[in-house]
């Protein structure tokens, strides 16, 4: 679930740093390219529009799953950090310059229109692209690292049970030799 996310990651980055760059110079062209309420895209949006636009598209595509991450069968906990995301873009982006939360509500719109055309019968026919299967969450597999930790667990405890033997071990060694030293004695 996380490998298309982790792929998009580099060329998000660079394009998030680039125009932030780009806004920190300033570039001339960026403080009057802007559109409507927005002209200058060098300082963050008086409004509050473009933030609010930037929450609610990464809201609607995690809701939807446009970028290949459905959140229907995620534990509790990863569901609310999902439903709490908006809220911590909005308060990033209202500080940032608008182009940041121009390209962001760009993108996601763009993700969503997209994922939307590739849900098509005729798209899915063109690229044979088959139909989703939705598994019910009993019915699959632990994933390597839940694996590992549960197998991690069961060799710690397995650790402390041989541990706890040797030292019985010990003492009864230690008590049988103390037995043979006293029968010599006699």
């Not at 609610?56 to 569901?79: D, Q, R, Y």
């Not at 019968?121 to 590992?148: E, G, L, W």
């Amino acid at each position: 679930m996380m490998l298309r996310p982790l792929m998009a990651a580099p060329v998000f980055l660079s394009i998030f740093y680039g125009l932030r760059g780009m806004t920190s110079l300033p570039v001339q062209s960026l403080m009057t390219g802007g559109g409507a309420w927005f002209v200058d895209l060098t300082v963050p949006d008086p409004y509050f529009i473009l933030p609010a636009m930037s929450a609610t598209t990464i809201f609607v595509v995690t809701k939807t799953g446009a970028e290949g991450a459905s959140t229907t069968h995620l534990p509790p906990l990863m569901k609310k950090i999902f439903n709490v995301l908006p809220i911590i873009i909005f308060g990033v982006t209202s500080f940032q310059p608008s182009a940041l939360a121009l390209y962001w509500s760009t993108s996601n719109i763009i993700s969503l229109v997209f994922s939307k055309i590739f849900e098509t019968n005729f798209m899915k026919k063109t690229f044979n692209i088959p139909d989703k299967v939705d598994h019910p969450p009993d019915a699959t597999p632990p994933s390597p690292f839940t694996s590992s930790f549960q197998d991690f667990s069961k060799l710690k405890q397995l650790m402390h049970e041989m541990e706890d033997r040797k030292s019985v071990g010990a003492l009864k060694f230690k008590a049988d030799k103390t037995k043979q030293s006293d029968s010599k004695k006699k």
